[in-house]
């Protein structure tokens, strides 16, 4: 079974900038699109950004289009997830999620069918 185990979040400053990694086990890495949610108190998960199973095409939320950059290393089992210009409503728990396909809408939480633990994103004013 796949599991996922996301790392690089913490405390950083309006402006700062944080690298989120997703490491996944199993073999099967390469052959699955991979996406990163997130979470604030009170609120949904909601949709970051997302990558295809080459690399080649990505998809971002608007809020953080320009800001964001998602990125794969297939060799190492990794998504990652480079977060710029940071600011303080980006704080939440970010999950990266392996992309199941069911209908093909890569911003919904309904297809994705396996999720890490989450790391913890907090940017101070």
């Known amino acids: 079974q796949v599991q996922l185990v996301e790392s690089g979040g913490g405390l950083v400053q309006t402006g700062g900038s944080l690298r989120l990694s997703c490491v996944a086990s199993g073999r099967t890495f390469s052959s699955y699109a991979m996406g990163w949610f997130r979470q604030a108190p009170g609120k949904e998960r909601e949709f970051v950004a997302h990558?295809?199973?080459?690399?080649?095409?990505?998809y971002y939320a608007d809020s953080v289009k320009g800001r964001f950059a998602i990125s794969r290393d297939n060799a190492k089992n990794t998504v990652y997830l480079q977060m710029n210009s940071l600011k303080p409503e980006d704080s939440a728990i970010y999950y990266c999620?392996?992309?199941?396909?069911?209908?093909?809408?890569?911003?919904?939480?309904?297809?994705?069918?396996?999720w890490g633990q989450g790391t913890q994103v907090s940017v101070s004013s």
């Open positions: 990558i295809n199973w080459a690399g080649d095409i990505t």
């Open positions: 999620a392996r992309f199941a396909y069911r209908s093909g809408r890569y911003s919904s939480v309904n297809d994705y069918d396996t």
